[in-house]
């Protein structure tokens, strides 16, 4: 009995109509990355595991997918770790390489290697897909394409302050509105910790508070208490819970939550100056909004940190986020190089056009004329006219099979193939053509030039 065939949970196959509107995201937002001045690179699917390992976090570096090593994986194996299953130390021996978690971190170690060849401040660009061994679920996949955009070799907020109005120009450009661009600073969660009392609990902290809009406050606080917070420190964060209102109103609540720490009022100084610069500039259709709890969980950010919400008719998590990474290079060995960058989420960008119905008509670029198969004679007569309309830009086939009439005028039906050529004897010895509209079922016969002209006004 054959085998039924399936695909791994998490991952799709794409059908043509779907790669279609993928690549108009996809070319929406390649075409403003090169209007914002940003390069395009690429890295490898697979990096060495050391250079992805410990660069995300606990949780992170149980989501990246390993690769066992080539040939009897099992002869270098830990036999200590084998024997009492240690499945850490097991894996770093049977497994020198893994897919890649996200595009960041090979683009930071491809700045290190690279280094001598590079201009700085250099603004890159990417989209590739990166794997997560994640629980499959509503817009979250296992394997997922990244739209990233970076800057490195630059500490100035002015980039920040780009980055913003770059992702307007996307969901503009998407139209898609009422989209929320929320912000946070990482150094006013440092400030935070440090004056609840728990800066050694630092990432524990963020990790647990970027939860907040999944799980809701309650169970935060109770992960914190399970991390080894006091709950005396996590008493002293009501303020941080409770804190609402326009974005200035909210830097002047953290003035006085942070009166006592350094960092966190540099933290505040960085988000006044971005949404200063973003209200004398202002957005076409995004709203920036402060978001005080937003932590994103990743431990490289140091400064700004980024989420993008869908509308708020969409029940969807976020489409995009980032940050200032400050030391990242540094693991790599080469410090003072400050970045920044931005993601879009391909999948759930889709997912909200797909549900609102975005999508233009005319994304899905058919094939317009279908040149129906006589003969050889007839067909070779039809090739040098195909050829003339694709030359002018009209997506056309012939037909390969010279079968029944119905057959072809079926296989064009099904397609949605607005028009179909008959080239029949009399057409060749005339050197004509007889073009149906397979939509009004109207048939005209004349010159190539009349052909090209009636479909072109269509």
Not at 212 to 218: A, P, S, V, W
Not at 242 to 249: P, W
Not at 331 to 346: A, P, Q, Y
Not at 439 to 457: F, R
Request: hydrophobic share 40%.
């Amino acid at each position: 009995m054959a085998q039924k065939p399936s695909i791994p949970k998490g991952t799709r196959d794409f059908n043509p109509e779907q790669v279609a509107k993928r690549n108009y995201i996809f070319n929406t937002i390649r075409g403003a990355f090169e209007t914002f001045g940003f390069q395009a690179i690429e890295t490898p699917s697979f990096e060495n595991s050391d250079t992805l390992m410990g660069k995300y976090g606990e949780e992170g570096d149980r989501l990246i997918f390993k690769i066992l090593n080539s040939g009897d994986y099992l002869s270098k194996a830990n036999e200590e770790a084998y024997d009492t299953k240690n499945s850490n130390k097991l894996t770093s021996s049977i497994s020198e390489k893994a897919l890649r978690y996200d595009l960041t971190v090979p683009f930071a170690r491809y700045v290190v290697q690279h280094q001598n060849e590079i201009e700085f401040p250099f603004k890159r660009y990417q989209i590739q897909p990166v794997w997560r061994a994640d629980r499959p679920q509503k817009g979250r996949f296992r394997e997922f394409y990244q739209c990233d955009a970076d800057v490195v070799g630059s500490k100035s907020l002015w980039q920040e302050v780009e980055f913003i109005q770059l992702y307007d120009t996307v969901f503009s450009a998407l139209k898609l509105g009422g989209i929320t661009i929320k912000i946070n600073n990482r150094k006013i969660l440092s400030g935070i910790a440090e004056v609840i009392g728990a800066s050694d609990k630092l990432i524990d902290f963020t990790v647990a508070l970027d939860k907040l809009d999944k799980i809701g406050e309650e169970k935060v606080k109770a992960e914190m208490l399970n991390k080894g917070i006091p709950e005396e420190s996590i008493t002293k964060l009501q303020p941080l819970f409770t804190l609402s209102g326009s974005f200035e109103s909210q830097i002047d609540g953290l003035k006085s939550i942070l009166s006592t720490s350094e960092v966190g009022k540099k933290g505040i100084e960085e988000l006044a100056f971005i949404n200063a610069a973003i209200s004398e500039l202002g957005l076409s259709t995004a709203t920036l909004e402060l978001d005080v709890t937003l932590a994103r969980g990743l431990n490289y950010y140091t400064g700004a940190i980024f989420e993008v919400s869908a509308p708020p008719n969409v029940q969807m998590g976020s489409i995009g986020g980032g940050g200032r990474y400050d030391d990242l290079t540094g693991i790599f060995g080469m410090k003072d190089v400050s970045g920044v960058g931005i993601s879009f989420g391909l999948d759930r960008i889709y997912l909200v056009l797909e549900e609102l119905d975005l999508f233009p008509e005319a994304v899905n670029k058919n094939v317009e004329v279908l040149f129906i198969n006589f003969g050889d004679k007839e067909a070779l007569f039809s090739l040098k006219a195909i050829n003339e309309l694709r030359w002018q830009g009209i997506n056309s086939e012939l037909y390969p099979d010279a079968t029944k009439m119905k057959k072809q005028m079926n296989h064009a039906n099904k397609r949605a193939i607005p028009f179909v050529v008959l080239v029949g004897e009399e057409e060749v010895s005339s050197n004509t053509y007889t073009l149906k509209n397979m939509i009004s079922g109207e048939q005209h016969k004349g010159s190539l030039e009349a052909l090209i002209s009636l479909v072109k006004a269509k």
